[in-house]
């Protein structure tokens, strides 16, 4: 092999890496998370939870809503299998209920446009939450912060909600 095929090679092959670094870098990221604060001990003191998203790229992300998301009945194998024809990814939320924040009256301050490093906070009071794990198979929730632009989706960690619903028996969830 010649010098010039040598380095032919070498610049097709860095500007493919440096194409596909671009590619990977240019898309905005963001993470979301939820924290639910209560003491198991005494229900009085649980008061909701925060919806936190952080933009950790280095452009502005833009989010047009926060949605809740609850257990609202088993997947089953069809359902899963139905999921994946008509949707083509994989059928990680089948069963599950998304409940927007702004049909509950609470202000999410969306749509807002986050700048690097910043972080958008909501605060979900303990009222909502008893109502939808009141009708949650399992007391558990997911956060979700859509992108207004590219349509990514970002969903928080699972949090498993205890019974804090003012004294209120919950072993028909559990």
């Keep these: 092999m010649k010098l010039i095929e040598f ?12 194409f596909f670094w671009n590619f990977i870098h240019s898309r905005p990221k963001y993470k979301v998370r939820a924290l639910v604060s209560g003491d198991e001990a005494d229900p009085t003191r ?24 609850y257990p609202y009945k088993a997947a089953r194998a069809l359902d899963q299998i139905k999921d994946v024809a008509r949707f083509r990814r994989l059928p990680l939320r089948v069963g599950w209920v998304g409940v927007c924040l702004r049909d509950y009256g609470i202000k999410d301050g969306c749509p807002i446009a986050l700048e690097p490093g910043q972080v958008h906070q909501v605060f979900v009071p303990r009222e909502l939450f008893n109502e939808l794990l009141d009708r949650s198979l399992r007391r558990e929730i ?10 990514n989706e970002e969903y928080s960690n699972l ?8 004294g209120k028996s919950s072993t028909a969830h559990n």
Aim: net charge positive; charged share 20%.
């Design 7 to 18: 380095l032919a090679i070498y610049g097709a092959s860095l500007s493919t890496v440096v």
């Design 46 to 69: 649980f008061a909701g939870a925060q919806i936190l998203v952080q933009n950790k790229s280095t452009k502005v992300v833009h989010k047009s809503e926060i949605t809740v998301f």
């Design 142 to 151: 997911r956060a979700f912060a859509k992108d207004r632009f590219w349509g």
């Design 159 to 166: 949090i498993r909600v205890p019974s804090f619903n003012d």
